[in-house]
């Protein structure tokens, strides 16, 4: 149990984490857009 609140607690802790997923998926969706367009 101490594990598992110490993962959340540090993903809270470090927002840095979590923009290089937000950045990945705009990345993620711009491509969909593309292949959408040129289909």
Excluded: Q, W, Y
């Amino acid at each position: 149990m101490s594990k598992n609140i110490d993962l959340i607690s540090g993903k809270v802790a470090m927002p840095e984490f979590i923009i290089p997923i937000i950045i990945t998926v705009l990345i993620s969706i711009v491509c969909l857009l593309a292949a959408v367009i040129f289909i």
